[in-house]
């Protein structure tokens, strides 16, 4: 089994790239997000855009506001998104200056869009992603792994969906080998089928060597090869344990928003001070930090968190 420590006993920091369809919108409305409980950003874009969200606080209807700027048939799925290995090199380039052990992809986020060739459906990109990533992941020396959200907002977490959609996918990316394997979308999940066909599937995970989260229902946290959060119990993004204790992961991101939103200012994202500020709390409390960037839809990236990380990497290079 992997251990989230290297030879020397040290914590390991990696990287989250939140990048999908979501990336080339872009928007999260500031004063929504400022006042929400839960921290989401633009990669739930399409949601907002399927239940035609008003926002009382900025007082923005999303649906008017798209076809403003879009037109009225426009599809999100035919966004254009194209990715390249030139652009993922640079992402795992930063990654190794900041000194970071592992880099996950997120192969399929909550609008159901994939960055791999699956045979499950047509909502994919054109070029093998999760592939690449793998690939330069390697060429550097950095664990890789995958992000995989088993809920999609315009499907319901029937039997049927699982089998025909999700069971298939899992498979598919278990064939990239990946060290980790990072769910989320699981409080959807409440069919006891459902959580048996999971209650397998981690155990075939499991025994492949591969880690995970604990974003597999609340019935089978136990089950998870590590914790994420801070504590035994599920708890939300951006947590923090009541207590010292090893294996558990923090993850947090450099701006208000998981995928990139334009709508960000400079003051809406942290500095390189806060960011060691925060990953030395997280080591002092025997975790990991993972780290989250949003791209942008052509790969490139947001120079607020560039300017961020540059700033931080100066910080980590100091500390050793």
């Given at each position: 089994m992997t251990s989230l420590k290297d030879s020397e006993g040290k914590l390991f920091l990696g990287f989250i790239f939140h990048v999908g369809l979501?990336?080339?919108?872009?928007?999260?409305?500031?004063?929504?997000?400022?006042?929400?409980?839960?921290?989401?950003?633009?990669?739930?874009?399409?949601?907002?855009?399927?239940?035609?969200?008003?926002d009382n606080i900025s007082k923005t209807n999303l649906t008017q506001l798209h076809h403003a700027s879009y037109g009225n048939n426009v599809d999100y799925f035919k966004a254009p998104f194209h990715v390249s290995r030139e652009s993922i090199c640079q992402w795992l380039d930063l990654c190794v200056k900041c000194k970071a052990k592992y880099a996950i992809i997120t192969a399929k986020h909550h609008d159901g869009f994939c960055l791999w060739p699956t045979k499950t459906e047509n909502k994919k990109s054109k070029n093998d992603i999760v592939q690449i990533f793998k690939e330069e992941c390697l060429n550097r020396g950095l664990l890789f792994g995958i992000y995989y959200s088993w809920y999609e907002f315009d499907n319901s977490m029937t039997i049927d969906y699982f089998e025909r959609i999700c069971i298939p996918q899992v498979n598919e990316l278990l064939?990239?080998?990946?060290?980790?394997?990072?769910?989320?979308?699981?409080?959807?999940?409440?069919?006891?089928?459902?959580?048996?066909?999971?209650?397998e599937m981690i155990r075939i995970i499991k025994n492949k060597g591969i880690l995970i989260n604990d974003r597999i229902t609340s019935s089978l946290i136990s089950e998870a090869s590590y914790s994420v959060g801070g504590n035994m119990n599920k708890t939300e993004d951006r947590g923090f344990p009541s207590e010292y204790r090893l294996n558990w992961q923090h993850i947090n991101s450099i701006g208000m928003s998981w995928g990139y939103n334009k709508m960000q200012t400079s003051e809406h994202y942290k500095t390189g001070i806060q960011l060691m500020d925060l990953y030395k709390r997280i080591v002092s409390s025997g975790g990991s930090f993972l780290l989250n960037i949003g791209p942008k839809h052509d790969g490139s990236l947001d120079v607020n968190e560039i300017n961020s990380l540059l700033q931080f990497i100066k910080l980590i290079n100091f500390l050793d």
């Open positions: 979501y990336s080339f919108f872009g928007y999260d409305d500031i004063k929504s997000a400022l006042r929400r409980t839960i921290q989401n950003g633009s990669e739930w874009y399409l949601y907002r855009l399927m239940y035609d969200r008003f064939q990239y080998d990946p060290t980790f394997l990072w769910f989320d979308g699981d409080w959807v999940i409440k069919t006891k089928t459902i959580i048996e066909y999971i209650r």
